[in-house]
Structure formats: C-alpha cells, structure tokens
C-alpha cells in the first residue's frame, strides 16, 4: 500500500471511529431514554424493548449482530468492511455504555432539547459517515442485500420501513412521545443533508478579466490549485477578454477575491457554493 494511501486509510477510520462514537452518545444519552422510536435499528430496539426483558442497547446488538450475519451470507466479500467496523464499534459503545453508565431516566425534564442532541449527533455520524463510503449497519445491510438481489427501489423502501418503526410509536408509547419521533424523523433527514453539503462545500469562481496570467499565476503558485482559461468577448463593449475558471475551498476563494480587488480591480468574479465537485484534489 502507498504511502499515501495508508495516511488516508488511517484518517478515515479515525472519522469512522469518532462519528460511530457520536452516533452512540446521541442515541444512548438521548434516544433511548426519551423512547424516541425515529430512524433505523436504534429506532426498533427502542419499539421492542418493551417487550422483552433486555434494555435496548441489547436488543440493538442483537438486530445488528443479526444483520451483520446476513449480510456476510449473502453479500460475501462485497459486504463492506468499513461498514462491519461501525457498526460493530456502535453496538459495543452502546453495550459499554449501558454497563457503565445505566440511565434511569432521561437526563433533563425538557424533552424537546434532548429531541435536539438526538437529532443531531447522530445525524451528524451519519453524515460523515455517509460523506466517506461508509454507514453504521443497520437497515443498511438489508437495503445492500435488496439492491442486490431484487429490483426494489431501495431509498423508498428505507423510507418506509423508517417511517413504519416512527409511526409504531403511536401503539407503543404515549402521543408527545410519538409526536417528538415523528419529528425527529424528518429533522433527521434535513441535519445529514445539511451536514454533507457544508463538508463539500467548495466555491466555483468565475473571474472576468483582460489579463489571465496574472490571475492563474496566483492560482497555480499560491493557491495551489489549477484554473482553465476561456477567451471571451464582452457584450456591450465587444472588447477581447477572458474567463479564469477555477474551483477552490471557501478559505482560498476568500485570499483570490482579495487579490483580485488589490492586483486586478478591473476584473469581474462571480463565486458561486458548490457540493459537487468531483475529481483531483476535491471528492474522489
């Protein structure tokens, strides 16, 4: 393995471990005590828990351990190892945690705010989970097996099965606390998009101007990135121009735009958000 690949690998299982551990303080300090049933294995085990005698820290380990199995079945080698990681890593947090720090109740009287942290951490986890190629289990592995062996529309069926363990909250517990996962459900969704979007979050700049090398040098020798040049033409003026097409991280669209109102104030820049950039340098 390259050098660099090995960094790289390293780093990722190090945002691995830390987001699978914020996923387990959000859903075991959070989640489980205010029975908020949103989201996933987390979600059933709060729903069944009742039902047996075992808190549902074990319950998840039980469905996880049982998902794991499946998926090594029917998946094989495919089923992905950075997957088995977390989810393995989350179940043993949970178990630790319920060993270590049992909870009788849920940490303040205000069930709104922890509905907040229960959102969050985990949606947070999840996204950058998510964000690297990677997910902590769960229905997971049953949308991997799915998409593998049927032609089931796997975002509708992790919809509906999400939806189906929320709303059994309606049977299983009181209506506040139904309520609270119904919306923790759709908030859910919003935080981990959000969150990926603002991890990619880069700037495409578009600078207008008469004389490019200037502009690329600072690009190429500064910034460290790499620009295309168009020529171009004004509309009104009709006079010969060009366009730098750049993309760079927010910091380094902030440095261009003020070299570009010191060094070069006849130019135009137009900088645009942008989540997707995909290639050297950006997301792979």
Sequence with gaps: MKKRDWKRTVWEYILITASTLCMAIGIYYFKF??????????????VLSPFLPISPS???FIINA?????GFLFLGRGFGVRTVYSSTLLSMALSVLDQAAPLAAPLTDEPLLELVFAVLLPGFGSAVLFNIGASSGGTDVVAMILRKYTSVDIGRALLLSDLLITL????????????FSLLGLVSKSLVVDNVIESIN??????VVCRDPQTVCAYITEKLHRSATVFEAQGAFSGTHTHVVLTALKPYQAVALRRFIHEHAPESFILITNTSEIIGNGFQQ
């Design 33 to 46: 005590p205010n029975n908020f049933t949103f989201g996933g294995v987390s979600g059933l085990s709060v």
């Design 58 to 60: 074990s319950v998840n």
């Design 168 to 179: 059994s909250a309606f049977f299983v517990f009181d209506m506040k606390t139904a309520l």
């Design 66 to 70: 049982l998902l794991l199995v499946l």
């Design 201 to 206: 979050l880069c700037k495409a700049c578009q």
